[in-house]
């Protein structure tokens, strides 16, 4: 079987004769005949009626029709995928994002790349504190998109490009504040379990962020499930701000403004390449995109 005998199949099942195929694809009947008849012989099966003015599918034509539909799709998808590569074009590009980043903000960028280049495949992965950041220096990223510290903007394997900032809020439920209905300090909330999302990086080495001595806590790996249990009375925490502004308009959520502790934290984001990395022309593209993006309408709309 060969998608020679496969397109020749296609076209005179499309069309019900020898020549509408022919002019299809510029093939003589007679070869477009023997064919057909070859792919029978070798499938074991007879594909059309040939009993009437038109060649029409048998039952069994019918179902390999449709086998042969996909296959066909297969094909043009590997032919595609084949040029896209052999043009220098990557196959597959890793975006690694700090959690608590709002990505509505990127989905034009991201959209406009993908209808640019339709086979390379944009993975994105979601990392927590300085998990994305060490994605990318250990190459498992093409690029990151994370919040970072000053020792980090002055590390020279890294070139940087500011997109927006972002706020997370220290939040607790009405449930949990009516246990304290003299809550001045976070002292007052160590037998309170703290809601922590946990690095998925490394190099935190430890470190627990703004985490007091003492203090219960409760491990997490998402900030959906941290919102989830803060919202139950199970805890408190700090969560981005443009998840849970709903929460704070209707009262679920009610921010935390003690003595001793920031109720906010202002991150600024960052997308960052290695240096020495030489981008493909996909990764490239999406680079320069969001230099040339402007992000001011996120920073005003949280």
Same mark, same amino acid.
Request: glycine content about 6%; proline content about 3%; overall charge neutral.
């Given at each position: 079987?060969?998608?020679? +005998?496969?397109?020749?199949?296609?076209?005179?099942?499309?069309?019900?004769?020898?020549?509408?195929?022919?002019?299809?694809?510029?093939?003589?009947?007679? !070869?477009?005949? *023997? $064919?057909?008849?070859?792919?029978?012989?070798?499938?074991?099966?007879?594909?059309?009626?040939?009993?009437?003015?038109?060649?029409?599918?048998? +039952?069994?034509?019918? #179902?390999?029709?449709?086998?042969?539909?996909?296959?066909?799709?297969?094909?043009?998808?590997?032919?595609?995928?084949?040029?896209?590569?052999?043009?220098?074009?990557?196959?597959?590009?890793?975006?690694?994002?700090?959690? $608590?980043?709002?990505?509505?903000?990127?989905?034009?960028?991201?959209?406009?790349? *993908?209808?640019?280049?339709?086979?390379?495949?944009?993975?994105?992965?979601?990392?927590?504190?300085?998990?994305?950041?060490?994605?990318? $220096?250990?190459?498992?990223?093409?690029?990151?998109?994370?919040?970072?510290?000053?020792?980090?903007?002055?590390?020279?394997?890294?070139?940087?490009?500011?997109?927006?900032?972002?706020?997370?809020?220290?939040?607790?439920?009405?449930?949990?504040?009516?246990?304290?209905?003299?809550?001045?300090?976070?002292?007052?909330?160590?037998?309170?379990?703290?809601?922590?999302?946990?690095?998925?990086?490394?190099? $935190?080495?430890?470190?627990?962020?703004?985490?007091?001595?003492? +203090?219960?806590?409760?491990?997490?790996?998402?900030? !959906?499930?941290?919102?989830?249990?803060?919202?139950?009375?199970?805890?408190?925490?700090?969560?981005?701000?443009?998840?849970? *502004?709903?929460?704070?308009?209707?009262?679920?959520?009610?921010?935390?403004?003690?003595?001793?502790?920031?109720?906010?934290?202002?991150?600024?984001?960052?997308?960052?390449?290695?240096?020495?990395? #030489?981008?493909?022309?996909?990764?490239?593209?999406?680079?320069?995109?969001?230099? !040339?993006?402007?992000?001011?309408? #996120?920073?005003?709309?949280?």
């Amino acid at each position: 079987m060969k998608l020679d +005998q496969l397109l020749m199949f296609q076209s005179v099942a499309e069309l019900g004769s020898l020549r509408g195929a022919s002019d299809r694809l510029h093939k003589t009947q007679p !070869a477009i005949s *023997q $064919s057909i008849k070859q792919l029978e012989i070798g499938l074991g099966v007879t594909l059309f009626s040939r009993s009437g003015y038109r060649l029409e599918l048998t +039952q069994s034509g019918r #179902i390999l029709y449709q086998h042969a539909l996909r296959v066909l799709n297969e094909a043009t998808s590997l032919q595609n995928m084949a040029r896209h590569i052999s043009s220098g074009n990557e196959p597959s590009i890793t975006l690694a994002t700090e959690a $608590s980043y709002d990505l509505r903000g990127i989905i034009p960028l991201l959209s406009h790349v *993908q209808k640019q280049f339709p086979d390379t495949q944009i993975v994105l992965r979601q990392e927590r504190l300085t998990g994305a950041v060490e994605a990318l $220096s250990e190459k498992q990223a093409t690029l990151c998109l994370s919040p970072v510290s000053t020792e980090l903007i002055q590390n020279t394997k890294f070139k940087m490009h500011y997109l927006s900032s972002g706020c997370l809020i220290n939040v607790a439920s009405e449930q949990l504040l009516a246990r304290h209905p003299e809550l001045l300090t976070s002292t007052n909330l160590l037998n309170e379990y703290q809601i922590v999302v946990q690095d998925s990086g490394k190099y $935190s080495k430890d470190k627990r962020w703004g985490v007091q001595d003492g +203090q219960r806590c409760w491990y997490v790996n998402d900030f !959906a499930t941290k919102k989830m249990l803060i919202e139950s009375g199970m805890g408190w925490g700090k969560l981005p701000q443009h998840q849970i *502004q709903k929460s704070l308009d209707n009262g679920t959520l009610l921010e935390l403004n003690l003595e001793d502790i920031q109720s906010r934290v202002t991150f600024d984001y960052y997308l960052i390449k290695n240096k020495d990395q #030489i981008l493909g022309p996909v990764a490239q593209t999406l680079w320069d995109q969001f230099e !040339a993006y402007s992000f001011n309408h #996120i920073e005003s709309s949280g």
